[in-house]
């Protein structure tokens, strides 16, 4: 059964950092393309930063470019996203996603939530003074 199990949400002030991490089992998560997307609320769940299988495509979405990044550590089956310099607007429900298969570059690329198939159920991440 494949289960992704996001945590390291929480509060923080405007500037302040966040790494949230992302857990996988049932899957190898180094052969999954891999997305972190983000839904605030009212608004539609958007991507924020995806990445191929292979590390060779990556889409970051522009409200995030410079502040935030992703990556994975293959032995713990983990995924990160290291979130700094955190702005009011980066409040959201933060999930990880998962696409293995034939269209894991262009799931990266795309960095769309249609075209993945396994979801956590997300950590919530406010951003306040």
């Known amino acids: 059964q494949v289960q992704l199990v996001e945590s390291g949400g929480g509060s923080v002030q405007p500037g302040g950092s966040l790494r949230l991490s992302c857990a996988a089992s049932?899957?190898?998560?180094?052969?999954?393309?891999i997305g972190w997307f983000r839904q605030a609320p009212g608004k539609e769940r958007e991507g924020v930063l995806c990445i191929s299988n292979r590390e060779d495509i990556k889409y970051t979405a522009d409200s995030v470019k410079g502040r935030f990044t992703i990556s994975r550590d293959n032995v713990a089956n983990t995924v990160y996203l290291q979130m700094n310099s955190l702005k009011p607007e980066d409040t959201a429900v933060y999930y990880c996603a998962a696409l293995g298969g034939y269209y894991t570059d262009f799931a990266a690329q795309k960095c769309a939530e249609s075209l993945f198939e396994s979801w956590g159920q997300g950590t919530q991440v406010t951003v306040s003074s």
């Open positions: 049932g899957l190898i998560l180094e052969y999954y393309a």
